[in-house]
């Protein structure tokens, strides 16, 4: 198992970036991945967070979702306090390698640190020149 | 209609930041939040960008998503060249207001620059000590 994070540079090649069966993920300066979390069965996203490049490994290598924590500086395994594990149904990349997608289905009740299922329980609504916050009561939401 | 793109500051409350109805969207030190975009009919994810508070303001007015492009360095309206515009059916935003998730009905076939309707056409699938990518065939994408 490589641990330690290393993955193949990505080509400056477009259309093996593009087409290309090589996973050789763009991380960012930090050193990061934006990670998309949705839920396998119903479809709605549930989370998203980032990964670094030993998060993505382990991603893949145990079938459970780990990210890197930016605010405590350390990786970190979905669940690993809450119990609420991410289990990867499949992961997929986008065109230029640079945003993973994981669907997922949560072992417990609650993606987010709020109990809620998803951390995506407030619709965006322009009212006059601004906007509020709406937030989605139980079963309406996806 | 305010185009500057200003929007109110985040509380430093996490209480308000998190069940308030105030939306105070968190940018980064670029001043971008990222969005997620999915279907609003399918439910999978199209594509992944980001908005500055312009973009973010002008999808809110014209439902229509706009974005920065971080490689042209300018906003983007999404279709303006391709045609492929995305009519936002519903905005969201997360717990901690730092991320967008955009549902939207995609007014052509392409979300994404390749032809494809979503930018996630390629599944990554573990191999060895390494990982490479599965092109999805049409019709097996959700």
């Known amino acids: 198992?490589?641990?330690?994070?290393?993955?193949?540079?990505?080509?400056?090649?477009?259309?093996?970036?593009?087409?290309?069966?090589?996973f050789t993920p763009r991380f960012d300066q930090a050193g990061l991945i934006p990670a998309i979390v949705s839920d396998a069965a119903g479809g709605g996203v549930?989370?998203?967070a980032y990964m670094n490049a030993e998060a993505l490994h382990r991603t893949i290598e145990s079938g459970e979702?780990?990210?890197?924590s930016r605010s405590r500086n350390a990786l970190w395994?979905?669940?690993?306090?809450?119990g609420?594990?991410?289990?990867?149904?499949?992961?997929?990349?986008?065109?230029?390698?640079?945003?993973i997608w994981v669907k997922a289905r949560l072992s417990g009740e609650a993606a987010c640190h709020t109990?809620?299922?998803?951390c995506f329980y407030r619709r965006i609504r322009g009212e006059?020149?601004?906007?509020?916050l709406e937030i989605i009561v139980n079963g309406e939401h996806p």
Not at 128 to 132: K, V
């Open 115 to 118: 109990g809620r299922p998803s």
């Open 77 to 82: 395994r979905k669940g690993e306090t809450s």
């Open 1 to 22: 198992m490589i641990m330690d994070g290393s993955f193949q540079s990505p080509s400056s090649n477009k259309s093996e970036l593009e087409e290309g069966r090589a």
């Open 84 to 99: 609420n594990r991410l289990l990867v149904q499949e992961l997929l990349t986008d065109c230029d390698q640079d945003v």
């Open 65 to 68: 979702a780990h990210f890197w």
């Open 128 to 132: 006059g020149e601004g906007a509020i």
């Open 46 to 48: 549930l989370m998203f």
